[in-house]
């Protein structure tokens, strides 16, 4: 596609507009859960004693350190870091259509709320689970053009960079860690089967990304998390392998990694259908029975969690166990998809790859706990990936005309974008005036400080503390409330 100067300031605009609404959501998200204790004496004398036994995450706690002392900082690194997110999917695909900017953009207000909670809504969430996928996209951004037919070029600068790139990606959080070890390994071993020689870039980013795992590993803490030491992680060792991850996925990792997507299952079934309907032409007679069963499986998956649970709410365990046998078809559908109906090797080989992510980065997470939400959006983010490159293809190729569904896409991005800044207004103001009733109170000489929750909690990590709870003196510690005080916690429409 010919990129033209009139469309790339169109889409310089369309990414500084992201940029300004993600900085806008971070302005207005107060500092929650652990955020309070790394803004605090305590954050530092983690930092003064290198992090020692606590874990090798070293620039994910640089960031949090940073972020949680300086508010300016704070709201320009989540507004580039969200912003970044989006964009370079679309850049990944090599794309200069507005829709698929826009789509990009859709699929990342479309994250869970419990997912944006623990990420978009909590500092040291998104100082580690957010960074760590764009440190990732930047390494794919670079590498991409192994899956194209013409042997790829690597100016000596670009490879230097790929030294602090790899290490730095190394240390936010160690699901990441690994995935980039295998990527790394992946991209050499499938440059070489394509082009029947080794880069130097990519072998420079794989020494850069052993060095930083080395360094991340060599932390204590992972030792005491293996000798069963740690108190708050570990690694389950009374069940076998296979048994563990059996009953991980069908418990809870099926609902992270895959139900809980709803409004991105709705657009990875429709791609994939569309493939089905629009690519897979004048194929054999096993091909079309294949073919059926997937457009069955795409059509009802989608529709379970807004139908069978939203309406019905049928729930069990008899249908936890469905509902994760169900989830891995529809993920097996959207791979089985791809292998026989895409036609282009690269692209095929690129888009398997992209869904394989997805599990490479899951599966630490079956033999490690406790593992949340947040641990899955380097996950969501390869789904987005998959689908903005899946459509630039089909666009690229004729079956599909975008530009017919810019205004549509342009009218869901504006209905999130307004629906996001209304709740997180109500959010920011609710917690300008429960700090200055916290104050007011203090002053006043009362010793038990009314803390009111705060409106949709559901988009924050534990916005208010538990009464009587850990957090509850750290908090108060926090907001320089005196000491001694007890906090009564009550609800957030309330007259006293």
Known sequence: MIRTERNWKLLSIVGFLVFLFYMYIAYRTPLTHDDWTWGMAKGMERFHEGFKDYNGRYFGNYTELLITRVDWLRIFIMGLFGALLVVLPALIAKTNSIGVYLLSFLLFLTVPANMFAQTYGWAAGFSNYNTAAVCTLIFLLVVKNVFYDKTPKYSIWLT???????????????????YNLIAAIFIIVWAFIRFRKFFWLHITYLVSTIIGAFIMFSNGAYAKIFSGEDTY??????????AKMYDTFKTTMYQYLVMNNVGLNIVLAVIAIFILVKVAQNISTVQLVFKGFFIIVLTIYPLYQPVVKGIFDISSETTTTFEAYLSLLFYLV????????????????ELTFYLISVVTLAAP??????????????????????????????????YLNLRALYLPLFALVMAFVLAYSYVFTQIGQANDARVKSMKEQAAAGEKVIVV?????????????????????????????LPSGVTLKIVPYKTTK
Not at 334 to 349: D, H, S, Y
Not at 366 to 392: E, H, K
């Open 160 to 178: 230097i960079l790929m030294v602090p790139l790899g290490i730095i990606s190394q240390l936010f959080v160690e699901h990441a860690t690994l």
């Open 233 to 242: 992680r570990s690694v389950d060792s009374d069940m076998g392998i296979f």
């Open 334 to 349: 959207l791979v089985a998809t791809v292998l026989m109906f895409i036609p282009k090797n690269g692209l095929k080989a």
């Open 365 to 398: 997470l079956f033999f490690v706990t406790p593992f949340g939400p947040r641990n899955f959006i380097i996950c969501y983010m390869f789904f987005v990936l998959f689908a903005v490159r899946t459509v630039q293809f089909l666009q690229e190729e004729g």
């Open 452 to 480: 009111k929750r705060l409106p949709y909690q559901q988009y924050l990590w534990m916005s208010t503390p538990i009464q009587d709870g850990p957090h509850a003196p750290i908090f108060a510690e926090y907001y320089k």
